[in-house]
T-cell receptor, first 117, second 111 residues
Framework: GAVVSQHPSWVICKSGTSVKIECRSL??????MFWYRQFPKQSLMLMAT?????????EQGVEKDKFLINHASLTLSTLTVTSAHPEDSSFYIC?????????????FGDGTRLSIL | EDQVTQSPEALRLQEGESSSLNCSYT??????LFWYRQDPGKGPEFLFT???AGEEKEKERLKATLTKKESFLHITAPKPEDSATYLC????????????FGTGTRLLVSP
């Protein structure tokens, strides 16, 4: 299989807090991981592409200082939402693609629901 | 600009009532078209990849087909457990081959 684990699944915190979300590929190596945001009844919007050992590539309109991405190993990428505010509340989902073939499908974690009070 | 349009937005079927979901796309050089299933509060689950026109893939009650402009996901004799949102995505031929998603079709199968 191709299992991607995302943690935590749910987080509630106060405005101004920074929140870190982890994304792990459990049974394969992933040079490239992706971070998405999804609003209710809407599709996935790509925020950034994370590459092991290098800086992330952010989509237009996504603040890189607000959403810090680190991809320190072939099985782990993290997204840190810095100084979170209520408008950052959303469903964040990561995906990972098996190293070696760019035509491989992306496999997704089960998402993190972030609620900022 | 790469675009994916899915129709219908929502579909309600009776158990056993077969139907098809549509995914129309425009992309400069298709690297792959992907179908995913998403249950509420979960991440998408990979179903199929199609690479070239005329290709077909099957899995249980699902069959995906591809032409040069669109893909269909055929659901034969659906069951209530097939209820989910079905997402279509195309892989862009640039950069890190990111996925461009459609807005999905919400399928509800009633017993």
């Amino acid at each position: 299989g191709a299992v991607v684990s995302q943690h935590p699944s749910w987080v509630i915190c106060k405005s101004g807090t920074s929140v870190k979300i982890e994304c792990r590929s459990l049974d394969f190596q992933a040079t490239t991981m992706f971070w998405y945001r999804q609003f209710p009844k809407q599709s996935l919007m790509l925020m950034a592409t994370s590459n092991e050992g290098s800086k992330a590539t952010y989509e237009q309109g996504v603040e890189k200082d607000k959403f810090l991405i680190n991809h320190a190993s072939l099985t782990l990428s993290t997204l840190t939402v810095t100084s979170a505010h209520p408008e950052d509340s959303s469903f964040y989902i990561c995906s990972a693609r098996r190293t070696g073939d760019s035509n491989q499908p992306q496999h997704f974690g089960d998402g993190t629901r972030l609620s900022i009070l | 600009e790469d675009q994916v349009t899915q129709s219908p937005e929502a579909l309600r079927l009776q158990e056993g009532e077969s139907s098809s979901l549509n995914c129309s796309y425009t992309v400069s050089g298709l690297r792959g078209l992907f179908w995913y299933r998403q249950d509420p509060g979960k991440g998408p689950e990979f179903l199929f990849t199609l690479y070239s026109a005329g290709e077909e893939k099957e899995k249980e009650r699902l069959k995906a087909t591809l032409t040069k402009k669109e893909s269909f996901l055929h659901i034969t004799a659906p069951k209530p457990e097939d209820s989910a949102t079905y997402l279509c995505a195309v892989q862009a031929p640039t950069g890190f081959q990111k996925l461009v998603f459609g807005t999905g079709t919400r399928l509800l199968v009633s017993p």
